[in-house]
């Protein structure tokens, strides 16, 4: 199993809004490593879900149900989309300020690369989040 980080700006499309769908396509990416990166999930594999720019939190798990295929909002076969259901929303957040604070997270991809909005993250990073959450 691999692990990722997804992000959504919570006022386009929020935890709760995914929730109440039951699943996802995860379209409009337009990053070629972040496309890269979808096309690299399989199905099973977990994502933490990241409301990013307000919030600034992972919120929830999400798992990939369908891997990667053309994104029907667009013509241009360069792009993709992957389907998501939720897994959990995570007993309480943890934020981009408690991710920067705790050391062993110093060289997680959110950190270097914080734009990205799929980015893998390490099973060892998954786990301290979840911790973290607890």
Do not use: C
């Amino acid at each position: 199993m691999n692990y990722w980080l997804i992000k959504s700006e919570p006022f386009k499309y929020s935890w709760d809004n995914f929730v109440k769908e039951g699943k996802s396509v995860w379209d409009g990416v337009r990053n070629y490593q972040a496309r890269n990166n979808m096309k690299a999930m399989q199905v099973g594999d977990w994502a933490l879900f990241y409301h990013s720019n307000e919030g600034m939190e992972v919120i929830g798990i999400a798992e990939v149900t369908k891997e990667f295929y053309q994104d029907p909002t667009t013509e241009d076969p360069r792009w993709v989309v992957v389907e998501f259901k939720p897994i959990k929303k995570l007993n309480k957040s943890v934020s981009l300020k408690q991710i920067k604070e705790d050391s062993r997270l110093e060289n997680m991809v959110l950190i270097k690369n914080s734009r990205l909005s799929v980015q893998p993250v390490l099973k060892e990073e998954f786990d301290i989040i979840i911790a973290l959450s607890e």
